[in-house]
């Protein structure tokens, strides 16, 4: 189910829960303190990633983007807020924030960096150290603004603590939910590569988000169309073709039945003549 994307609800919103003290405490869904402003480049970036990961997880997972992620029960400044959040097999109702001792430990967590124009609450090593306390079996990184061929880095949950991954020519491995991920153009080509899902390892077989998926329908119907209006063309063009062939047999019949009439003419003509001739040699007799 689709939860969660940054700025949709900006007033604080409260969750209860009680700890085991039986003390109630708060999990906010927004803190002010923590979402700092970030650029429409990073917006865009996060925004394809979780159209993404929605068409790529399916109806019964629950996808989030930025949302408020609690991973100790009873305190609430044990939270992270990843660009992309993945939990197979628990749809949810949409999420002010997410309790892992509640919806259960993700599956998939992606963070999204792009330093020159957004600033993180977090340091990626925070991050990550949250990510292995929280157990997370897989985390995906893309840092937009590092050199090509070093944007993406990944981690394996083993043994009780987050392992690198080896990432070679910027693509690896989703296992979570068998795809790839890979750099490839976002679909405004004014921000540039990004991080996508594609079901090969090169990336030529993108999932695509809604909007690209209309785009491509629109262009198959376009093209199904162009193919008929080429179809009848060529369907005109060949009954054309046949018509010309039927005048041009019709006109060589009618040629053939002049010259034929024109020789059966010229014999008549030719007999009346002989005969003339031999009516004037008997005459002279």
Not at 1 to 15: D, I, K, Y
Not at 69 to 83: H, I, L, M, S, T
Not at 128 to 145: G, S
Request: charged letters at 35%; aromatic letters at 6%; glycine letters at 4%.
């Amino acid at each position: 189910m689709q939860v969660g994307l940054r700025g949709r609800r900006m007033e604080r919103m409260v969750q209860l829960a009680r700890d085991t003290r039986g003390k109630a405490t708060h999990y906010p869904s927004y803190d002010p303190g923590w979402h700092v402003p970030e650029s429409q480049r990073h917006k865009l970036f996060c925004a394809l990633l979780y159209e993404l990961l929605v068409a790529a997880a399916g109806p019964r997972a629950t996808v989030a983007s930025d949302l408020f992620v609690y991973f100790e029960e009873g305190n609430a400044r044990r939270r992270c807020a990843p660009d992309g959040l993945v939990k197979l097999d628990h749809p949810t109702d949409p999420l002010d924030s997410y309790l892992v001792w509640e919806h259960g430990v993700p599956e998939l967590c992606i963070e999204i960096l792009s330093p020159s124009d957004t600033k993180e609450k977090l340091t990626l090593p925070q991050k990550l150290a949250r990510f292995e306390a929280m157990r997370v079996p897989e985390v995906v990184v893309f840092n937009a603004d590092s050199p090509v061929g070093e944007r993406v880095r990944a981690w394996d949950f083993v043994r009780g603590a987050l392992a690198p991954r080896n990432v070679a020519h910027e693509r690896t491995r989703c296992k979570t939910l068998g795809l790839w991920f890979v750099v490839a153009p976002h679909p405004n080509p004014r921000v540039g590569a990004c991080l996508r899902l594609a079901r090969d390892a090169a990336g030529a077989d993108l999932v695509l988000s809604p909007a690209e998926s209309e785009r491509m329908a629109r262009e198959q119907e376009r093209a199904a169309k162009e193919q008929e209006r080429a179809a009848k063309e060529q369907e005109r063009a060949a009954k054309e073709q046949e018509r010309a062939a039927k005048e041009q047999e019709r006109a060589a019949r009618e040629t053939a039945e002049a010259e034929r009439e024109a020789a059966l003419a010229e014999v008549a003509r030719l007999r009346a003549e002989l005969a003339r001739a031999n009516r004037g040699r008997r005459a002279k007799r």
